[in-house]
Nanobody, 118 residues
Framework: QVQLVESGGGRVQAGDSLRLSCAAS????????MGWFRQAPGKEREFLAR????????YYVDSVKGRFTISRDNAKNTVYLQMNTLKPEDTAVYYC???????????WGQGTQVTVSS
């Protein structure tokens, strides 16, 4: 089992940057594909990005491609989401997730709030 704890959220201005972190417990972190998701008020949860077990392969949805970067440090059991040029529409609770498959996530963090004001 994996426990995930996100951090790094906050309130920023449009155009600013934030880096989210997601720390995982246990010694099996490198076995999992990691993903970042977000959920805005009144909207469904949205997939943003994922990274392969070894950190070599990444995938992004179009809405964040070029602005967000996912990375991981398996030695630190941590996955990151670097968010640049933030927009008000990026306001949401951001979640990290771990899965054994790229399209199926078994473990979720509690989320961290990101608020972007114009």
């Amino acid at each position: 089992q994996v426990q995930l704890v996100e951090s790094g959220g906050g309130r920023v201005q449009a155009g600013d940057s934030l880096r989210l972190s997601c720390a995982a417990s246990g010694r099996t972190f490198s076995r999992y594909v990691m993903g970042w998701f977000r959920q805005a008020p009144g909207k469904e949860r949205e997939f943003l990005a994922r990274i392969s077990r070894d950190g070599v392969i990444t995938y992004y949805v179009d809405s964040v491609k070029g602005r967000f970067t996912i990375s991981r440090d398996n030695a630190k059991n941590t996955v990151y989401l670097q968010m640049n040029t933030l927009k008000p529409e990026d306001t949401a609770v951001y979640y990290c997730a771990a899965g054994t498959l790229a399209t199926s996530y078994d473990y979720w963090g509690q989320g961290t709030q990101v608020t972007v004001s114009s």
